[in-house]
C-alpha cells in the first residue's frame, strides 16, 4: 500500500501562482504515472497533468497547458504542480494520484481557492 501526501494548497489572487508538492510514503517504479487530478464544487473530478516515473514525459489537460508544470523527483519520492496565471476556474480540491495496474492510489486531496 502506498500512502499519498499532497501539500501546498491555499488561497491566492487571480494571476497569482501556487506549487503542489505529493509525497509517496515509497519509492515508485518506474512503470508508474503519477499525477494531479482537481474537483471543483458540483463538478466530476478531471485530470490536470500527469508524469510518468521512468521517462519523465508529461501530459497536460488542454485548460492548464502553458500554465502549469509538473516535476517529480525520484529521489524524493516526490511530484510537484507548479501553477501560474491562476484564474478562479482553476478553484478546486486537487488530488495526487499514482497508478499502475491495477494499483491505483490517491491522496487525501488539498485545496487551492483563486480570488477574482
Known amino acids: 500500500q502506498v500512502q499519498l501526501v499532497e501539500s501546498g494548497g491555499g488561497l491566492v489572487q487571480t494571476g497569482g501562482s501556487l506549487r503542489l508538492s505529493c509525497t509517496a510514503s515509497t519509492r515508485l517504479y518506474s512503470s508508474y504515472i503519477m499525477g494531479w487530478y482537481r474537483q471543483a464544487p458540483g463538478k466530476e473530478r478531471e485530470f490536470v497533468a500527469a508524469i510518468r516515473q521512468g521517462t519523465g514525459r508529461t501530459y497536460y489537460a488542454d485548460s492548464v497547458k502553458g500554465r502549469f508544470t509538473i516535476s517529480r523527483d525520484r529521489s524524493e519520492n516526490t511530484m510537484t504542480l507548479q501553477m501560474n496565471s491562476l484564474i478562479p476556474d482553476d478553484t478546486a480540491v486537487y488530488y495526487c494520484?499514482?497508478?499502475?495496474?491495477?494499483?491505483?492510489?490517491w491522496g487525501q486531496g488539498t485545496q487551492v481557492t483563486v480570488s477574482s
Open positions: 494520484n499514482a497508478v499502475y495496474r491495477p494499483n491505483d492510489y
